[in-house]
């Protein structure tokens, strides 16, 4: 299996079924993922600038965007919202609730599960008192609730700025192979976790025993 990272928040993951690529905004998407036969897919999890961007319509390809980006749907642009299930053929997407803005994906491919979380952090803007920070966290913890559910993880991309967050992710969802969405800033250290930390924009990782 392939992981590419592109730039910013965007992440590619290649399977012998298909390619699916998470907040694509910035940065160079090689070619030659658009030349084979088999799907390629774009998702976006949330509407902020730095995990949206509309030149992913530019690749006539399938779009499956969070229900908060301000766009209708059409032809192969899709909108989906927590709890639906998009199955794709050879894979289902769970969608699950973000509570700090949009949706995380889980994808089931031939047994294997991948999870894609966006911006998902225990970092709220706009807190104002301890009351709302336990709601938040509350919030949060229901994420990882309905995320447990479909665990564990072969492999899972998620923020890592939060040290809390990380921890709760690492419990949770029981992931082997993880990679990083923002900067690492804290150790990263769990038994039989894997963990991936590109060195600079289109950075390939061939992961093995997935």
């Known amino acids: 299996m392939r992981v590419e990272y592109i730039d910013k928040n965007g992440y590619l993951i290649e399977t012998s079924e298909a390619v699916y690529i998470f907040d694509y905004v910035d940065g160079r998407l090689p070619s030659h993922y658009l030349r084979q036969d088999k799907p390629l897919l774009f998702f976006v999890s949330c509407r902020d600038e730095n995990h949206y961007s509309e030149g992913i319509y530019s690749y006539r390809k399938t779009v499956i965007l969070s229900y908060d980006v301000d766009v209708t749907p059409y032809s192969k642009v899709f909108k989906v919202r927590p709890d639906d299930v998009v199955h794709l053929g050879f894979a289902k ?63 899972a991309i998620f923020d890592v700025s939060d040290e809390a967050s990380v921890n709760h992710f690492l419990k949770y969802c029981e992931p082997r192979h993880v990679f990083p969405i923002g900067k690492l800033n804290h150790r990263l250290v769990q038994e039989d976790v894997l963990t991936y930390t590109p060195k600079y924009s289109n950075y390939i990782f061939e992961v093995k025993n997935v």
């Open 93 to 155: 997407v769970y969608v699950v609730n973000n509570p700090k803005q949009g949706v995380c994906y889980v994808i089931k491919e031939n047994g294997r599960k991948y999870l894609f979380t966006g911006n998902m952090n225990l970092r709220f803007k706009d807190i104002a008192a301890d009351e709302h920070t336990a709601y938040q966290k509350e919030l949060f913890l229901n994420t990882m609730n309905e995320l447990k559910k479909h665990g564990p993880y072969d492999l």
